[in-house]
């Protein structure tokens, strides 16, 4: 079943940028693009703070210190200044999991910045060099996707998205996987490919307003094709 990763009360209100992210209606309806990247941006960002006070040692602190404040620049929307912070944990790479939440993050921020092209290097790099979190390798396939869609590449763009699908299929963000190659085909004129996706969602998700929004945006870009 699909279901929304649920962060507590006190999570949500401790974090405006957590509470952007799941609040946000026309993100929600406007951008489902966003929604895998932005739900492991949301699980980074929560946990950084926990991290830093769990691991003890001289290096993990300073890497998990260094990693905060590279957080609170991109929170602060000094996206530069972050991207910077960011490649300099990846480069010095004393902490594997800090220079992972690193490594991803280096793809969200390019993403941002509308730099497509660096935005997927950096998640191929984080895929070739992580493969046990299905969520975060999924997203990443996901902001793959995102970013040749946002380049006008299409069928790149689906394929990504469905990569994404194989990789987490009982994953919380299987809905918008499919919603993000269906409408990439759709995009693409390819309507025996989307319809096929939009079909696995009805399969998956009959009566779900994930599907509901789907039927509906296939049923105005298969007019507009027409």
């Known amino acids: ?6 962060l507590s009360k006190r999570q949500i209100k401790e974090d405006k940028f957590t509470t952007f992210i799941l609040s946000s209606k026309q993100q929600v ?4 693009q966003f929604l895998a990247i932005g739900l492991v941006i949301v699980i980074l960002l929560v946990v950084a703070v926990a991290y830093y006070f769990e691991n003890k040692t ?14 609170g620049e991109y929170r602060s929307d000094n996206k530069l200044v972050a991207s910077n912070m960011f490649q300099q944990i990846v480069t010095d790479n004393k902490d594997d999991q800090i220079t992972e939440k690193s490594l991803f993050m280096l793809g969200k921020i390019n993403f941002d910045m509308r730099n497509y092209t660096e935005a997927v ?4 790099e984080y895929i070739s060099k992580y493969k046990t979190n299905k969520l975060n390798i999924s997203s990443a396939y996901a902001g793959i996707g995102a970013s040749y869609e946002n380049q006008g590449q299409y069928t790149q763009g689906a394929e990504n998205f469905l990569k994404a699908a194989e990789i987490d299929p009982d994953g919380p963000l299987i809905g918008d996987f499919y919603t993000g190659a269906m409408r990439n ?12 996706q939009l079909d696995i969602m ?6 779900s ?8 945006y296939y049923g105005e870009k298969l007019q507009a094709i027409k």
């Open 1 to 6: 079943m699909y279901e929304k990763v649920r």
């Open 29 to 32: 309806q406007d951008n489902w």
């Open 58 to 71: 001289a290096a993990v602190s300073e890497s998990a210190l260094d990693y905060a404040k590279a957080v």
């Open 121 to 124: 290097r950096y998640w191929e």
């Open 185 to 196: 085909y759709l995009l693409a004129g390819d309507k025996v490919k989307a319809k096929e």
């Open 202 to 207: 009805k399969e998956k998700f009959d009566e």
């Open 209 to 216: 307003d994930l599907y509901i929004r789907a039927a509906r």
